[in-house]
């Protein structure tokens, strides 16, 4: 029987196959990138659904948070911010710690919401700050 | 010493191996299967709060044909952030009935366990401990495991993460009351697949956790 559990767990995995490879986030646009470990979040390439974004007219906000070590703590941002439609793009680098967002134009997100937000995720929100790095 | 003090608790039934994530983001479901040396279990669980979860499990204690199906609720009783790890402490009870299947007539009667569960993991290296007491109406069990784990190399969201782990497990009622479980961990996006063997019972080890 333990067996057939095993092949059974490797048959569902092998099945979600599909969903692995797009499963980022509610929103279609989420994304990911490979910054390099000592990259300071002030010189994070934009990825293109973020610049994507920007270029629509939306506005960067960008969060530190403690404690993203692994897929699901990515997931769960992208799936707690990406419940807002307030939020155009998103964007976790896990090795930066950085949650990246990009808020609609017209649309805005106090800093208390995204903390709010972050917190409910199960996290904790370090710093915030708006628009493009110097 | 730590038999001794098992037993001085008062011991009763349990199965389970660490679970990962026992508690998600507020509106998160989670579905969880696992088979050990002891049991198999499907568990799913929803997140109301992010310190709480809530859900059903099933659980089947193979060698004595018996089944528990309730609830149990999971709490998220601390977590420490820091910039490049994170540790958490959690809490949880479960109730409800375990009955005799196949060969055991036993009828269904009340059934329940308590545990606590620590982790602590950085991108590289993972530790864990968990603790269960059960009474499954047939006197009392208990269990506890501890994992230690180790990536290869970092992964970013999205990417296949592999982990090399290595589980002991003390079950003082079993005729093999220590094992060492060595396990490889697959994890991307909302997956999890580990898969080992427990060379003292001659037992696969498997378990997935699919986060929704």
Request: overall charge negative.
């Amino acid at each position: 029987m333990t067996r057939i559990l095993a092949a059974a767990s490797a048959a569902f995995l092998f099945t979600l196959s599909p969903a692995l490879a797009d499963d980022h986030g509610e929103h279609a646009h989420d994304d990911h990138a490979h910054g390099e470990h000592d990259m300071q979040p002030a010189d994070m390439a934009l990825n293109e659904d973020i610049s994507a974004a920007l270029a629509a007219g939306g506005s960067l906000v960008t969060a530190e948070v403690n404690g993203m070590v692994c897929d699901f703590c990515a997931m769960a941002m992208t799936r707690t911010f990406g419940r807002r439609d307030e939020v155009a793009a998103i964007h976790v680098d896990l090795d930066t710690k950085v949650l990246q967002l990009v808020i609609r134009e017209g649309e805005s997100m106090t800093d208390e919401v995204i903390r709010d937000l972050v917190t409910r995720s199960g996290y904790e929100t370090t710093a915030i700050r708006r628009g493009m790095a110097d | 010493m730590l038999k001794h003090i098992l037993a001085g608790v008062g011991l009763l039934a349990c199965t389970a191996t660490a679970d990962a994530r026992p508690v998600s983001y507020e509106g998160g479901w989670t579905a969880i299967g696992e088979t050990d040396r002891a049991s198999s279990a499907l568990w799913v669980h929803y997140t109301p709060h992010y310190e709480w979860s809530l859900g059903g499990r099933v659980e089947w204690m193979r060698d004595r044909d018996l089944v528990f199906t309730g609830a149990q609720a999971t709490h998220l009783v601390h977590r420490r952030f820091r910039p490049d790890s994170q540790g958490n402490l959690y809490a949880f009870a479960g109730a409800g009935v375990a009955e005799g299947i196949d060969g055991n007539p036993r009828d269904a009667e009340a059934a329940g366990f308590v545990g606590v569960m620590a982790d602590w993991e950085t991108r590289r290296w993972f530790v864990s401990w968990e603790a269960r007491l059960a009474d499954f109406g047939e006197g009392g069990e208990a269990m506890q495991a501890a994992r230690v784990g180790w990536a290869p190399y970092e992964g970013d969201f999205g990417d296949l993460h592999t982990w090399f782990m290595l589980e002991v497990d003390q079950r003082p009622q079993r005729d093999e009351p220590v094992t060492v479980t060595p396990l490889v961990r697959f994890f991307k996006g909302p997956v999890l697949l580990e898969l080992g063997y427990t060379p003292a019972d001659d037992e696969p080890f498997a378990s997935f956790i699919y986060r929704f």
